[in-house]
């Protein structure tokens, strides 16, 4: 997937509606319900939609945007100043791997596993840029994906999905369990989003993880 070349021709607005307006909301309760927290990281942001409306709400905390693609990586940073969000900021970078040491309160990565290869290795690393006691939450392709989207995906919208409807890059909550040695916990019940039927909410798997105990190294 070219994520530049997919970007120079989206409609961001689009893009966004897609991941769901939802999810800004949800945010925002797991942010009150589990916070405070003065460094947030969102991994594979995209055109950071969810970004941009809680740097605005919440102007103490530090927002970090981190994406693939140069292409929507530039776009926010210009949208971030024309909008004088000085606490929203935004990097190129990209999973299974990511090349920063920085860790935060709260890593947040939607929509985003399911073009992964390794997602297995990607969560760990997720995992491991969570600051003691912080958060992570992550959505997932989990084992009943291939055939949901199977059912779902049509045209080229397919080719996108290409890994999960291969059954290569799906997790269950036990290989998550191993990854990160820690129990993971359903996000959509703690934002209560048990009645949304959207897509992405009623039919892929989104959980959170706690860290504690003395971060390693990175």
Known sequence: MDWDEFYRNADYDRCIYLRGEAMVDY???????????????SVGCGPGGVLFALASRYPDTEFHGIDISEQVVADNRERAA???????????????ALETDERFDLVYSAATLFFVPDTAAAVADLYAHVADGGYLVINYPDPECPARFDQWLEGRRREAFDLVLAGENVLSSADIRECCDTEPRDYWDAVDAAEDESFLVAKTPMVYLEKSGTAPEL
């Open 27 to 41: 945010l925002e309760r797991f942010l009150e319900r589990f916070g405070p927290f003065e460094r947030v990281a």
């Open 82 to 96: 024309e909008r004088g969000l000085e606490n929203l900021t935004f990097a190129v970078d990209a999973l299974p």
